[in-house]
């Protein structure tokens, strides 16, 4: 379902963060995207949602062309496609409820099929006794998992996040996985940029690497494989 | 877009200027003083102008008929007068009525010419655009038993450069400050929206169009043009009616001018007030929003 072929990324300043990638995706796989900082890891996460667009090369995701998308095509591709965050990034203005049904009334949903929808994915994620709450007087594990209803709450066959424990205590850390577990569990694809070697080496599912823009290690059931 | 959608436009930009409290505030505030500067100042360039509008009208052209002219001479000349291109009224004035003026401003004394008066018949008549005096008397003096055109040569010439240089400064004033209160107040609305500008970007990470995320903008800078524009209309109404009460009654005795009435007056005033703020709101949100929308 997604497929990268030798896609070349070299940013305005210089920095080249892909320098030929080539990989293949398959439906209802649960990768993670491990190396070190400034290795090309957000850059390979952010070219799968458009927020970067590859210098050459082409991205097929579910048989569209990343490469050749049109700005004015690109909200109806993010809607198929739930993307996390380290820092969240929920509406400061909205509450909880209305954050995820932000996702919603963007794909002009009937206000009823909105209200089970929400309701429905709140309770996944356990917040169901939260939803008029906003977000500052949520704990940082409760605000992800806000996050992660909304990617979610429209039904996507991709899930991307970007380092989603990154800013999180261990224990919230495992809750927050234990979510994704679940929704890979329903046949969804997951694509997780991290640095938590414990989680990756716990939990296993394949792992890619990259480093100087290239995938170094490509492995089913691998582990983080970094010291320190 | 469908209906519901533009709904929840309409509930998001409502829902939105209560949440920003202290935001929403600052911007009804810079509307509010900008749309009464606005609006106290074109009252005054109003009527300013209109005094200057029956200023002109006052003016006149006096045309003498020829002492030997007979009664069949002067329907004449009054019908030709009257057929003059540029000429709107004419009034004859016979030559008792002209004494019977001087006796009324000099005194007795000149009763004595009553036996034998010296004066002229007076025909008086305006010109259609006042500014075009001149010309018309210029006319009006080629006409047969004309004895002399008068119309304040001179006096008037100055009179009008002095309200035509009196009514471009007015007007440039205006949109000098037209011009002011949109640059405020679109700036108080970027200001606001710079601080959404994530808000935005997260908008389109989620998938939102850019006029799913732009409408509701436009709808809240619309409010605030409402918002902004109440107090400034209320206060010019109130400000007007009572200049107008104070004022028209004096000035009526004089004849020489008088103010723009209450009634069409102040709702045109009002509704240029109520316009300028939702267009300028509109605007100030439509271009700030543009600016972040290219994520």
């Given at each position: 379902m ?12 210089g ?8 990989v ?28 970067e ?17 049109k ?12 993307v ?13 409820y209305?954050n ?8 002009e ?13 709140l309770?996944l994620?356990g ?33 991307i996040?970007?380092e989603p ?16 577990e679940?929704?890979?569990?329903r ?31 490509d ?10 | 877009?469908?209906?519901r ?16 409290g ?5 911007s ?21 102008n ?8 006052d003016v006149?052209?006096k ?27 004419v009034?004859?004035s ?6 019977n ?12 010419f009553?036996?034998q ?30 004895f ?5 040569e001179?006096?008037?010439e ?6 035509n ?21 679109s ?39 409402i ?7 209320t206060?010019v109404?109130?400000l007007?009616y ?19 009435d209450?009634s ?12 300028m ?9 439509f ?9």
């Amino acid at each position: 379902m997604i497929e990268m072929i030798n896609v070349y990324k070299k940013y305005p300043n210089g920095i080249v963060a892909a320098n030929g990638i080539d990989v293949k995706i398959e439906q209802g796989d649960f990768v993670y995207v491990v190396g070190p900082s400034g290795a090309g890891k957000t850059t390979f996460i952010k070219m799968m949602y458009r927020e970067e667009r590859p210098t050459s090369g082409d991205i097929l995701i579910n048989g569209i062309n990343l490469a050749t998308l049109k700005n004015s095509k690109v909200p109806l591709l993010r809607r198929q496609i739930g993307v996390v965050f380290q820092d969240f990034k929920l509406l400061p203005r909205l509450s909880v409820y209305e954050n995820v049904a932000f996702a919603l009334e963007v794909i002009e949903e009937t206000p009823k099929v909105i209200r089970q929808k929400v309701m429905d994915v709140l309770e996944l994620v356990g917040l169901k006794g939260k939803a008029r709450m906003f977000p500052t007087e949520l704990s940082g594990g409760e605000q992800q998992r806000v996050s992660i209803a909304r990617s979610i709450v429209n039904t996507p066959k991709l899930v991307i996040a970007d380092e989603p424990t990154g800013n999180l205590d261990p224990e919230t850390s495992w809750e927050i996985m234990n979510i994704f577990e679940e929704i890979n569990a329903r046949g969804t694809t997951i694509i997780m940029a991290t640095h938590n070697r414990e989680i990756v080496n716990t939990i296993r599912h394949r792992v890619i690497a990259v480093e100087g823009g290239l995938i170094t290690r490509d492995e089913y059931g691998g582990d983080y494989g970094y010291e320190g | 877009m469908k209906g519901r959608t533009l709904g929840r436009h309409f509930r998001e930009s409502i829902k939105s200027i209560s949440r920003n409290g202290w935001m929403t505030f600052a911007s009804v505030s810079a509307v509010t003083v900008t749309l009464l500067l606005v609006g106290v100042f074109v009252m005054i360039m109003m009527n300013l102008n209109k005094i200057a509008d029956d200023l002109e009208k006052d003016v006149e052209i006096k045309v003498f008929v020829e002492l030997t002219a007979d009664e069949a001479s002067i329907t004449n000349l009054e019908q030709q007068i009257k057929d003059t291109a540029g000429v709107a009224e004419v009034t004859f004035s016979p030559k008792g009525d002209e004494l019977n003026k001087l006796v009324v401003d000099f005194g007795d004394d000149l009763q004595l010419f009553e036996q034998q008066n010296p004066l002229h018949n007076v025909f008086y008549a305006k010109a259609v655009n006042p500014q075009e005096t001149e010309a018309v008397a210029k006319k009006l003096e080629r006409l047969d038993n004309t004895f002399e055109v008068r119309y304040g040569e001179g006096k008037i010439e100055r009179l009008f450069s002095f309200l035509n240089t009196g009514r471009n400064v007015g007007l440039v004033l205006i949109l000098a400050l037209l011009f002011t209160a949109m640059f405020l107040i679109s700036n108080t609305i970027r200001i606001t929206i710079i601080a959404r500008r994530r808000d935005i970007e997260i908008m389109k990470l989620v998938g939102a169009t850019n006029w799913f995320i732009r409408i509701p903008f436009i709808l809240e800078g619309m409010w605030l043009g409402i918002l902004g524009s109440i107090v400034p209309i209320t206060l010019v109404t109130v400000l007007y009616y009572n200049v107008y009460n104070l004022l028209a009654p004096r000035l009526q005795q004089g004849k020489l001018f008088e103010l723009l009435d209450f009634s069409p007056f102040i709702y045109q005033v009002n509704g240029l007030i109520l316009l300028m703020g939702v267009l300028i709101g509109i605007w100030g949100s439509f271009m700030s929003v543009r600016k972040f929308l290219r994520v």
